[in-house]
Structures are given as C-alpha cells and as structure tokens.
C-alpha cells in the first residue's frame, strides 16, 4: 500500500504527452518540411500572396476565440504566435496547426498506427501491474481518454470528429478562392493551412516508434522532478537535443502518393511501415531471455522473445559485452543503436537509455520531415492557370496535374479586391497543360481573374486545384 501512495504522489496533476512535443519537435519538423516543399511557391503563384510561406494572414480574434485561447498559452518568441490583431505569417499559420493539432489532449489518442494490424491506440501494450496502476491513476486525474482505442492515424484525418481534418482543410481552402473579400480570402488560407498543419501532425506522429507500434506505455515515463511531467523520454530527448530550430531538413522529400500511402503502402513504404520495422520501442524491446547453462544454444531462441517480424536481435550477440558495465549494443545497418543489452545472473534484458535514444532520433527526424514535405505537396498539389483566348474569352488549363471529372468556377476581382463569379462549368478532365474550360471575358473593370476546380485527379483521388492572374492577363495584345 505504501508503494502504491507512494506512486499515486508522482502521478497526480501529470498531463501525459503523446506526440512528439508539439511546442519543439512537431513545430521544427513542420517548418523543415514547409521550406523543402514547393508550398511557398503554391501560395505565391496559384493564391496571389505574393511573399509566399512569408505572407502575412490576419484572422481576426473574434472570429476565432477558442483557437486565440490556445495559442495564447503558447511562447510568442517562436513564431507560430498571431499578434493581437491576428496577423501571423502563412508559414506561421502552418506551425500554429502542427502545435495545436492535439488540443484537446484526448485528440492525441488518435495519432497512433499499428501497420500490422491496421489498428489504432489501445492500452494491449501495458505490460505489468505497475504500468497498468500508473496508467490508471494518470487518466484518472487528468481525465484524458488514452485508455480507449483511439481511431487509426490513417483515418483520422478524415474522420467526422477531426476539427483540423481533410473535411475542415477542403473547406478553408476552397473559400480561400471564393470568399468575397480579400480580408476574407486571408482568413480562410490561415484555416486551410492551420488545418494542413494539423494533418501532417498526424503523419509525423508516425515517425515516433511507440505511435507506430501500439506502444501507450512508452508515454507513461516520468521526465522530471515536476509528478504533472509524463510522457514519453524518447519524445523528449528528440525536444532537448534539437529544440525547434535545430531540426534536420528532410534527407529526401517523398513525393506525391495517395494520402494514406504517406501512412502505410503495400510495399511497406509508408511511414509508420518503415518505423515499425525499423525501430524498437521502450515497451516493445524483446522479452528479457534466461540463458541458463548454454548461453549460445539460448540466443537461438531470440526471434520468440520479439513481438514484430522486424527488427530481430541475431543470435550472435557480443555476451561478453552484455556481461561489461556499458553492456552490448545492437545497431541497425548505418550504425544506429537500436537497443542496448545486458547479461546479469544469466538473464539477457534490453534497455533504451538517452545515448541510444538520441541517436535514433538523429536517423528518424530527416525522414520525417521528408514524408511531412510530400504530404503538404500533395495537399496543394492541385494548379490551374488562365489565359487570355484568342478568340476570345478566358481559357483555364490544367496545371501540373491531370484534372478527371469535376467543377471549374471563375471569378473576377474588381480594383478593391472584392470577387464575383464569372462562370461554373462541369468538366470532365484534362491532361496537364491542356485546356479545361473556356469562358467569356470579365468586365472591363477586372483586375485579376481566379478559378477553382473541385473534383477528381486523372487518377481519381479527389483534388482541388486553383490558379490566378491579373488582368490584362501577362502577354495579351
């Protein structure tokens, strides 16, 4: 009983992390990823803001209170925080969702994914009583639901219930394009990027080994002399050493895929696929192995006392290493540490201690970020572009996408920015570079000329796409 009070004084008042940590981690992955994709270019030529991901969007706080109460809280200096006025940069606006996208912190329970059961978070990997006590008192107190199963990744970010998902993205976005003025337009393009912020969350989340294997005890560590100080001491290693400006650009941008394929592939080349092959987790380390009088006929029983198909410690194990103060460690190809191991009284036990876990981190972040670059690629992959018909009237081409099925809208803006509809027109597709619609001339007042397609691509996965220009369009007699 002692030893339960005892336990209960650490846990009470702790708020679990469960994501990388938003403030730091999550924050610097999603701007390494933002600057190695072709965002600001997007923003700059198909929306009109001409200083791209460093455009300056205002949202009024009136118009969104419960989301200035969140940011609020968070530290002003690191440059995801709206001024009293609202104003952030598009860039800022993009981070803001990355760090909010598990508020409330129950949201956090659907940013796991097993690929190999295709599930989401359950409480299946609390191993032993003490972890199961601890758990209990946590959710307890603080009355967050990490204890149901949470609704796979992979989904959530289509899911009904997701305020930052793909339903709220398509929404803002497309009114980024219709809305009548251009405070309006601003506004809504803070929201579809606040939103695309909160999903590539989601698939970062992917690169911690504890959220793509089923892992919720490795988010029950105490990580200081703060008891309210819980979550996960890989996570926060990854916050320590690199904070948020110190996080590694993508080693290589993965390009466009359908959008749970940036989760889990049939070839096994999706994030949360590579993660949980490639790396253990605190709570999915092998079982610890008694070798008895035959130390080398027992490591041939390594493979059982492994969860996963991948990764297995070989039977070849340095026993004089596991048997030494440092103990042995297992390395994957490139040399990272996958596990340390150790041989006391005969028993073979595996840890992952701080050293081990950083350099874990140092070979995930750039992977990370990578496949966050792609996903935001493909988020605003959809271009058009306007031209002046000859003949005329305005022609609307596809852009760097084939278009299938859809609808085109025009609109035009007068000197004062304020947009009308031109035309709606249903289209069926149209190769990249080939015209998809015609329409008539704006009016002589016209100042710039937009349209916005709503549909599919030529492969069928649903698509919005937008382009501009000012008129008289660039090259017209």
């Known amino acids: 009983m002692k030893r339960l009070l005892a336990l209960l004084a650490l846990v009470v008042g702790a708020r679990p992390s469960s994501a990388w940590e938003a403030a730091t981690t999550h924050a610097g992955l999603t701007e390494q990823a933002a600057l190695a994709s072709s965002l600001h270019e997007r923003l700059r030529v198909q929306f009109a803001q001409d200083k791209g991901l460093f455009q300056v969007l205002t949202v009024p706080p009136a118009d ?11 530290n002003p200096t690191h440059g995801y925080v709206a001024d009293n006025r609202g104003k952030l940069s ?15 912190e129950e949201l956090a329970a659907n940013h796991f994914f097993d690929p190999t059961t295709g599930s989401g978070l359950s409480s299946d990997s609390l191993r032993g009583l003490l972890s199961r006590i601890r758990h209990r008192v946590v959710m307890v107190v603080n009355g967050a639901a990490l204890e149901r199963s949470g609704v796979a990744a992979p989904a959530w970010i289509e899911h009904p219930n997701n305020p930052f998902g793909l339903a709220g993205f398509r929404d803002q976005y497309m009114k980024a394009v219709t809305a009548r003025t251009a405070g309006e337009r601003s506004r809504h393009l803070a929201g579809a990027l606040l939103a695309a912020g909160a999903i590539v969350h989601v698939l970062e989340d992917m690169g911690s080994p504890s959220h793509a ?69 605190e709570g999915t380390l092998p079982h610890p ?21 991948a990764p297995v410690p070989p039977p070849d194990l340095d026993l004089d290493a596991a048997a030494s103060e440092r103990g042995g460690e297992l390395s994957n190809r490139r040399g990272a540490c996958l596990a340390r191991y150790r041989v006391e009284n005969r028993r073979l036990s595996w840890s992952i201690d701080d050293a081990c876990a950083l350099e874990q981190v140092s070979a995930i972040l750039p992977t990370v970020s990578g496949y966050a670059a792609g996903m935001l690629d493909t988020l605003f992959r959809g271009t058009l572009a306007l031209e002046a018909d000859p003949s005329g009237g305005v022609l609307v081409r596809a852009g760097e996408v084939d278009l299938g099925p859809g609808t085109i809208r025009v609109f035009w803006d007068d000197a004062r920015g304020v947009r009308k509809q031109l035309a709606a027109q249903k289209v069926s597709g149209a190769a990249k570079g080939q015209v998809a619609s015609k329409v008539a001339m704006p009016p002589a007042e016209a100042r710039r000329v937009s349209a916005l397609f709503d549909g599919v691509d030529g492969t069928r996965r649903p698509l919005l796409a937008t382009g501009t220009s000012v008129v008289p369009f660039p090259g017209a007699e």
């Open 64 to 74: 969104a209170v419960d989301l200035f109460v969140v940011l609020r809280r968070l």
């Open 90 to 104: 598009a860039l800022g606006w993009l981070v803001a969702g990355s760090v909010v996208a598990d508020t409330p």
């Open 213 to 281: 294997r089923n892992d919720l005890a490795a988010h029950l560590d105490r990580l200081g002399p703060n008891p309210a100080d819980v979550g996960s001491r890989f996570e926060r290693v990854a916050a320590l050493a690199y904070g948020r400006l110190g996080v590694p650009a993508p080693a290589k941008v993965i390009r466009d895929r359908p959008l749970r394929a940036f989760f889990t592939a049939k070839d096994g080349s999706g994030l949360a696929d590579i993660t949980a092959r490639s790396w253990f987790s």
């Open 289 to 309: 192995l008694d070798l008895g009088g035959n130390p080398r006929g027992a490591l041939q029983r390594l493979p059982r006392t492994v969860e996963r198909p």
